[in-house]
């Protein structure tokens, strides 16, 4: 089973501001979770003016042995408008613009997408159960 909850944080001179959804899949291969704008294929939906992530940015992907990988989707710009990055206990690794990172199996963690022009995230935390 792999649990998400995502927090959408907008950091503001009076404070930060955040806004949460959960969803879980089972290990099975083949299951798929996905992450961004386009709540029509994603079960994570950022708000819809939040152009710094793509219409489907993250997919959550679980192959054979029940493993988790998840991939930054290449959207429909050449160069993304935000950095993702793998946080994982004191472990953190940036995520390649269309690469994938296999999920600790049995760990948790969080999944950062930040925006680069502006002081806001989306902050997927993990936890593969096993």
Not at 53 to 64: A, D, I, K, N
Not at 69 to 85: A, K, M, R
Request: proline share 7%.
């Amino acid at each position: 089973m792999l649990e998400l909850t995502m927090a959408v944080v907008t950091a503001a001179e009076e404070g930060a501001t955040a806004g949460m959804q959960m969803a879980d899949a089972p290990s099975d291969p083949g299951t798929v979770l996905r992450v961004g704008r386009d709540k029509s294929v994603c079960r994570l939906a950022t708000p819809d003016d939040w152009l710094f992530v793509s219409r489907v940015h993250l997919e959550f992907l679980c192959g054979p042995e029940g493993v988790w990988q998840v991939t930054w989707l290449q959207g429909s710009q050449p160069d993304p408008s935000s950095e993702v990055q793998l946080v994982a206990g004191a472990y953190a690794q940036p995520l390649v613009y269309g690469g994938s990172v296999t999920l600790p199996r049995g760990g948790n963690g969080e999944i950062v997408i930040r925006d680069r022009t502006a002081p806001r995230s989306v902050n997927v935390g993990f936890y593969h159960e096993v």
